[in-house]
């Protein structure tokens, strides 16, 4: 029995995108049918023409992705949050879409749901772990079974977090995620969807 897979990220400069991209394939490989929805910004254009290159990208992607929904989370068994590090946690503009769960979460939609969570810093120790784990306590009062990679596939051992896929991009430089950090983040979707696909049997 083959998962639905939601993936909801939000991505400044495609760190966070590339991850999500790979993220899919990785569940499509599962037979998983799968949804990618992009966050939109929270911020106003006065903010968003401070930064070069924001306002590109972001239509660039909101033209490619459409904005997550909550019916999007009820269709899904799994779901996979990503976001860039903001101070040791998720993005507001992520964060702000959980919390239109709230009738999802007081009616039980969400329970049993496989849960997974991935991110990118700015820099080494910007906290990808803490971020994810972040993620995770938003998971676990939603009731979602939280799926972490843990190290069951050898690119974990230079990429990524046992917690789930994340990439430095090194600050101005903006670097994509290595090779190894897509390969984990491939795992991540394979690993989620069958976690979920095993849910959905069992449900």
Known sequence: MAAN???VFYSRDGSVEALAKAIA????AE????RIRRVRELVGPEVIAMVPGWADRAARMNAEYEAPTAADAEWADAILLGSPTRFGGAASELRAWIETLGGLW??????GKAGGAFTSTANLHGGNETTILSLYSAMAH?????VPTGYGDPALFGAGTPYGASSVSFGAQAAPPSEQGLQVAAYQGRRTAKVAAALKAAG
């Open 25 to 28: 394939e990785g569940a499509a």
């Open 142 to 146: 939603l009731g979602l079974v939280i």
């Open 5 to 7: 897979v939601l993936i």
């Open 106 to 111: 007081y009616f039980g939609k969400l329970l």
């Open 31 to 34: 037979g998983a049918e799968v």
